[in-house]
C-alpha cells in the first residue's frame, strides 16, 4: 500500500514555543490529508480536513489559530501548534487520501508524539 | 452524533485461542467501517475495511463482518499468535472521508 510519512515522530517543546510537524505522502499525490489527535489510551479525534490549494476545515472545538495547517502541495501538510501547553501534549497523527484508489482509502502516518514541558 | 464504543477494553488470552472483539456505532448511516491495528507508540495499520453494502471481509486469519441494522461490527481473530497484540481500533465513516473511531480494545496475546 501506499505510505505516508511524519517528521519529526517525537518532539519536546518548551511551554509557550510553536511547533511544526510535517505529513508527506511518498509514492502516491494526496489531494485530501487529515489530522488526528490521539491523547493517552483515547481514541483518534479528527481535528481538521486539510486540502490542498485551500483553507483547512476544523472540527468543532479545534481552534484554528492555535493548530495551522497547510497544504501546499500534493504531497505535503504541515500542522503548527502555535503557543504550546502542557495541554497540547498528545499523539498527533495524519492521513492521506489517494484519489486514485477510491474514495474510502486513507493511509495513515506513523504519528508525532509531542510533549510540552 | 455518531458515537463508537468498543468492547471489552482490554483482553488477555492464550497463544492459539480464536477470539471476537466487538465495535458497535449509534448511526447506522455509515459510508464504511474500518478495523484498524496500532503498536504501542506507533501508527495505525488498516486491517479490514466492509463496505456500508457489504457484510463481511476476510483477509487470512481475521473476518470482519457488519450489521448495519443492529449499529454492530465484530473481528474474529483465528488461532491467535503473540504477534497479534496490539491494539484494534474500528472506526465508521460518516460521509466520504470522516472517521468516528472507537476507544479501542487493547489485545495480550500470552506465549
Known amino acids: 500500500g501506499a505510505v505516508v510519512s511524519q517528521h519529526p515522530s517525537w518532539v519536546i517543546c518548551k511551554s509557550g514555543t510553536s511547533v511544526k510537524i510535517e505529513c508527506r505522502s511518498l509514492d502516491f499525490q494526496a489531494t485530501t490529508m487529515f489530522w488526528y489527535r490521539q491523547f493517552p489510551k483515547q481514541s483518534l479525534m479528527l481535528m481538521a480536513t486539510?486540502?490542498?490549494?485551500?483553507?483547512?476545515?476544523?472540527e468543532q472545538g479545534v481552534e484554528k489559530d492555535k493548530f495551522l495547517i497547510n497544504h501546499a502541495s500534493l504531497t505535503l501538510s504541515t500542522l503548527t501548534v502555535t503557543s504550546a501547553h502542557p495541554e497540547d501534549s498528545s499523539f498527533y497523527i495524519c492521513s492521506a487520501r489517494d484519489p486514485k484508489e477510491g474514495t474510502d482509502t486513507q493511509y495513515f502516518g506513523p504519528g508525532t508524539r509531542l510533549t510540552v514541558l | 452524533k455518531q458515537e463508537v464504543t468498543q468492547i471489552p477494553a482490554a483482553l488477555s488470552v492464550p497463544e492459539g485461542e480464536n477470539l471476537v472483539l466487538n465495535c458497535s456505532f449509534t448511526d447506522s448511516a455509515i459510508y464504511n467501517l474500518q478495523w484498524f491495528r496500532q503498536d504501542p507508540g506507533k501508527g495505525l495499520t488498516s486491517l479490514l475495511l466492509i463496505q456500508s453494502s457489504q457484510r463481511e471481509q476476510t483477509s487470512g486469519r481475521l473476518n470482519a463482518s457488519l450489521d448495519k441494522s443492529s449499529g454492530r461490527s465484530t473481528l474474529y481473530i483465528a488461532a491467535s499468535q503473540p504477534g497479534d497484540s496490539a491494539t484494534y481500533l474500528c472506526?465508521?465513516?460518516?460521509?466520504?472521508?470522516?472517521?468516528?473511531f472507537g476507544t479501542g480494545t487493547r489485545l495480550k496475546v500470552l506465549a
Open positions: 472506526a465508521a465513516a460518516e460521509g466520504t472521508y470522516k472517521y468516528i
Open positions: 486539510s486540502n490542498e490549494g485551500s483553507k483547512a476545515t476544523y
